[in-house]
């Protein structure tokens, strides 16, 4: 029996073996075109139309509930944060009432004590400042109970404490991290400016100067005098100053000097301000003078450039007077540490040194034509291996010297830390490294090496390092305090802008080309 109309349109549409019929694609395309040119489907696109409008208007509509919920609960949170600051806040607060009455309670039954055995002993400034037995005295309590009583008198005593701008208590504000909820929050942060107060009047200066200079000298014969008149001071100078004075007028009979190296080392023990007339290398040599701890330093602009010397002489008896008066704001200016051990030494307590350099130690190639081969380790770390020029190692107040030089950055004086600046690397990617100042700085030349290297500190005390020899660096326990002109960070900042005239450039004209 034949298949009727209806039978064949159903077979057209059946596949064969598996596959559609090329003619039944093509008729479905072209049912297709057909019934998208037909005319009533325009009222159903309107209907759709309009529904897609609706459902846009009302997606809008969740996305700003959305947003108006995400920012209630971005309030709310920061709303938390804040009362658990506060509550923070207090807790600290109370807690330093509590230790303050406490610490109270305890001076008062020292002082009963002390006068009951009618001793004379040395008073600590507490928890909340520096004391200058800590920072002019070395920790050998025994061979300081030795030093004679009246040499020990004329030693002045004196506070540093950390200050915030705005509070005038010297309270020390500790940098306070808390942990609580998951959230680790600093709830205070001092602005670390030190301020130093003398607690007993200064009785000793020793005045360094800038030698061959004849201005240096004359300025230094005027304040030899002006201190000794005016603030009835004790005055140490330079051997060689000294025959200079001497030479000039008998009147200065009274200026004292040292001889030998053993009398350097004391001298600590007798000074209690010193003066520095000339530039920063004139301030260099006076912390070289000093192998452990330092008198405060106030260094006077008698040089070509200086980043440390923040005082004119014109003014010198204005600033004086303040300073010996008190209380001043100081910049604590780090040292390094340095050892040298031998290829032959039998373990690493045999070194040559300390050295202490307060602006950088040096390891180049000395006159070899070769690259330096240095191996560098941080705390046992291999940090890399130097070629090149050399390696610098410097103080964050020496980022200003060599270190710039060679492609630095600069970073406050205050900031504790350790540049390693490569001197002309043969690599593109080495670029400097500043290190936490708590670190331990190995630079070692290999067995492999072509040539020595040699190592100076400061700009002076030449090395040489053998293959074998390294050079171990950290940070010194003994700092430099230097006198600050209005202070630390805005000395910093006045000696980059006139000294290097640090992003000095003609401003841009205002009548040029401007966005609509």
């Known amino acids: ?64 509930a959305a947003e108006g919920k995400a920012s209630a609960q971005a309030e709310a949170a920061e709303w938390k944060r804040k009362y658990e600051l506060e509550r923070a806040r207090n807790l600290l607060l109370e807690h330093k009432e509590q230790s303050h009455r406490e610490n109270n309670g305890d001076d008062e039954r020292t002082e009963n004590l002390a006068s009951r055995s009618n001793e004379q002993s040395e008073q600590c400034c507490g928890s909340n400042g520096i004391c200058s037995h800590e920072v002019l005295r070395d920790g ?6 030795k030093v004679v009583p009246n040499k020990c008198a ?16 010297d309270q020390h504000k500790h940098d306070i991290v808390s942990f609580e909820r998951g959230n680790i929050t600093t709830a205070e942060r001092s602005s670390k400016q030190i301020s130093l107060k003398w607690e007993s009047q200064p009785q000793t200066v020793i005045i ?78 006076a912390a070289s003078m000093f192998k452990g701890p330092v008198p405060p330093v106030v260094p006077f602009s008698l040089g070509s450039l200086g980043f440390m010397t923040p005082f004119h002489s014109e003014r010198y008896q204005e600033y004086l007077d303040s300073i010996l008066k008190g209380p001043i704001s100081i910049t604590l200016r780090h040292r390094l540490q340095c050892h040298v051990i031998r290829e032959a030494a039998k373990n690493e307590y045999e070194t040559e040194g300390p050295i202490l350099v307060l602006n950088e130690v040096t390891i180049d190639r000395g006159i070899s034509s070769y690259l330096t081969n240095l191996e560098c380790y941080c705390d046992n770390s291999f940090v890399t291996c130097v070629q090149g020029d050399g390696l610098i190692l410097s103080t964050t107040s020496g ?40 670190v331990t700085l190995r630079v070692q030349v290999p067995f492999n090496s072509r040539s020595h290297a040699w190592a100076s500190f400061d700009g002076k005390d030449r090395k040489r390092l053998a293959a074998g020899d390294a050079l171990v660096c950290s940070m010194a326990p003994w700092p430099v305090p230097t006198a600050c002109q209005v202070d630390s960070t805005s000395d910093f900042l006045n000696s980059i802008h006139d000294g290097l005239h ?11 080309p401007r966005d609509a």
């Open 154 to 169: 004329r030693k002045a005593s004196f506070k540093l404490s950390w200050c915030c701008k705005g509070d005038q208590s």
């Open 1 to 64: 029996m034949a298949p009727s109309k209806g039978d064949a349109s159903v077979s057209c549409s059946q596949p064969e073996n598996g596959f559609l019929n090329s003619l039944s694609l093509l008729s479905s395309e072209k049912a297709v075109q057909e019934l998208l040119q037909q005319s009533p489907v325009q009222s159903t696109d309107d209907h759709l139309i309009e529904f897609s409008d609706a459902m846009r208007t009302v997606a809008k509509a969740l996305r700003r």
């Open 399 to 438: 980022s200003t010297a060599y270190s710039l030089a060679a492609g630095g950055s600069m970073v406050h004086p205050q900031v504790p830390g350790i540049l390693f600046t490569p001197i002309c690397p043969h690599s593109l990617s080495f670029r400097p490294l500043i290190l936490p100042e708590h």
């Open 208 to 285: 360094l100067t800038k030698p061959n200079s004849t201005s240096v000298r004359i300025l230094c014969a005027e304040m030899v005098r002006w201190l000794r008149e005016q603030k009835k001071l004790d005055i140490y100078v330079e051997p060689r100053v000294r025959a200079e004075l001497l030479t000039e007028s008998s009147y200065y009979n009274f200026v004292h000097t040292w001889k030998g190296e053993t009398e350097i080392m004391l001298l600590h023990t007798k000074v209690d301000l010193v003066v520095t007339l000339g530039g920063d290398g004139t301030v260099l040599w």
């Open 502 to 512: 640090w992003n000095l450039r003609k401003t841009q004209s205002f009548d040029g």
């Open 140 to 145: 050998d309590r025994d061979s300081a109970s």
